[in-house]
T-cell receptor, first 117, second 117 residues
Framework: AQKVTQAQTEISVVEKEDVTLDCVYETRDTTYYLFWYKQPPSGELVFLIRRNSFDEQNEISGRYSWNFQKSTSSFNFTITASQVVDSAVYFCALSEAPMNRDDKIIFGKGTRLHILP | NAGVMQNPRHLVRRRGQEARLRCSPMKGHSHVYWYRQLPEEGLKFMVYLQKENIIDESGMPKERFSAEFPKEGPSILRIQQVVRGDSAAYFC???????????????FGPGTRLTVL
């Protein structure tokens, strides 16, 4: 069965510190997709990244970076030099693909990140 | 190019009333997904629809909930005889439905926040 675990329920860091949000997943498929979404206080869901299971290269986008380790089934997210605007709930998610026509996304419970000024 | 539209953004109902939530997918998208987010929880899949077809409703409660995606018009999530436990944020997502069964990125709407008094 698919499962996404975000062990950190809530994290607080002081502005400009780096912070890493952990994500561990379970799946029986060899082909799958991993996602990160941001949910700011306004409530909408903001797509951050999608990574397929065949691509283990780490990704960097500005202050955001993602570390995909298939050996440990982890897809961790790091924010460098955090800013107050990064305060939000962050969700890690999993979708199994490609031949399965049911593309539902399984979400973790989220990590609430507080960036303190 | 407008994103996924959901309305209303906020909906208040008394116990026993009906709630209708609407979702207009992004232009050119033929796949719609509904997710529910209970307070302090991650999103949970409810139903996956293509035009005029329900593909997977494994996450839908067996009673009172129904969904449709007609040939013309928005997708509708309908909750009959609402109870307090239905209070949640309901998110709709759409994807283009690429050929070959590959998982598409799902783009989420802003959500409808249902409050049952």
């Amino acid at each position: 069965a698919q499962k996404v675990t975000q062990a950190q329920t809530e994290i607080s860091v002081v502005e400009k510190e780096d912070v890493t949000l952990d994500c561990v997943y379970e799946t029986r498929d060899t082909t799958y997709y991993l996602f990160w979404y941001k949910q700011p206080p306004s409530g909408e869901l903001v797509f951050l990244i999608r990574r397929n299971s065949f691509d283990e290269q780490n990704e960097i986008s500005g202050r955001y970076s993602w570390n995909f380790q298939k050996s440990t089934s982890s897809f961790n997210f790091t924010i460098t030099a955090s800013q107050v605007v990064d305060s939000a709930v962050y969700f890690c998610a999993l979708s199994e693909a490609p031949m399965n026509r049911d593309d539902k996304i399984i979400f973790g419970k989220g990590t609430r990140l507080h960036i303190l000024p | 190019n407008a994103g996924v539209m959901q309305n209303p953004r906020h909906l208040v109902r008394r116990r026993g009333q009906e709630a209708r939530l609407r979702c207009s997918p992004m232009k050119g998208h033929s796949h719609v997904y509904w997710y529910r987010q209970l307070p302090e929880e991650g999103l949970k899949f409810m139903v996956y629809l293509q035009k005029e077809n329900i593909i997977d409703e494994s996450g839908m409660p067996k009673e009172r909930f129904s969904a449709e995606f007609p040939k013309e018009g928005p997708s509708i999530l309908r909750i009959q005889q609402v109870v307090r436990g239905d209070s949640a944020a309901y998110f709709c997502a759409s994807s283009p439905g690429l050929a070959g069964g590959l998982t598409d990125t799902q783009y989420f709407g802003p959500g409808t926040r249902l409050t049952v008094l």
